[in-house]
């Protein structure tokens, strides 16, 4: 009898011991589970502070937080930083004839194609707003930032949407060496005008800031 008496004991013991580490086991998964949860809904709320939800691209909150640290990099390394402002011409007729779902696919892909011109890790492709998309490249001349405006202008003409007729941009196109001097001029500003005055020449072009006379 006090054998099994024992063994009971042992097993209760044992038993005890396991259910124990079993409850451990599962407060830990229940407690990592809860943790990674409110990492991810951290990091999405983050990424939608400053990412534009319709097309993944920075939005125009992240530009203003971050071109001046951009600027004063350009700055260090004495080379000029330049600024891309695109615009979708025509891009109202496109929401009124086929709908908003399908500006907003023409949007998306707009987007990815003015991102995937810019090849650099450091360039920065934001979404302005509503159909305007501005690209800051670090450390780039005007002859540069030209090449790079071509390969977004011709991407987008390239584009095969369905319903959404043919797609192109005005571009417009500032570089700026930064000193000490210059620092505060507001260069997005700058390649603001001149894509204003591609869309006066015509739409579907590009101009630099400060030729025929847009300064």
Request: some cysteine; proline content about 2%; hydrophobic content about 45%.
């Amino acid at each position: 009898v006090s054998e099994r008496l024992l063994l009971e004991q042992f097993l209760s013991q044992h038993l005890f011991t396991l259910g124990y580490s079993m409850l451990a086991f599962l407060v830990g998964c229940a407690l990592f589970i809860m943790l990674y949860r409110q990492a991810k809904n951290l990091e999405r709320s983050r990424l939608l502070s400053t990412h534009d939800a319709l097309t993944g691209l920075h939005n125009r909150r992240s530009l203003n937080e971050n071109l001046m640290t951009l600027c004063r990099d350009s700055m260090r390394v004495s080379k000029p930083i330049s600024v891309i402002f695109a615009d979708i011409d025509h891009f109202k007729q496109v929401n009124d004839r086929y709908g908003h779902e399908t500006g907003d696919i023409v949007l998306k892909a707009v987007a990815s194609a003015i991102e995937g011109a810019a090849l650099r890790p450091m360039d920065f492709c934001c979404r302005w707003g509503g159909e305007e998309f501005v690209s800051v490249l670090p450390e780039t001349t005007q002859e540069g930032a030209q090449l790079v405006a071509e390969r977004m202008a011709t991407a987008v003409r390239n584009l095969k949407i369905p319903r959404a007729g043919n797609i192109t941009i005005s571009i417009g196109i500032a570089t700026l060496t930064l000193n000490a001097k210059n620092l505060d001029m507001d260069i997005v500003s700058m390649a603001d005008q001149a894509m204003l005055a591609a869309k006066a020449a015509g739409r579907n072009q590009i101009k630099i800031f400060g030729a025929n006379g847009n300064d």
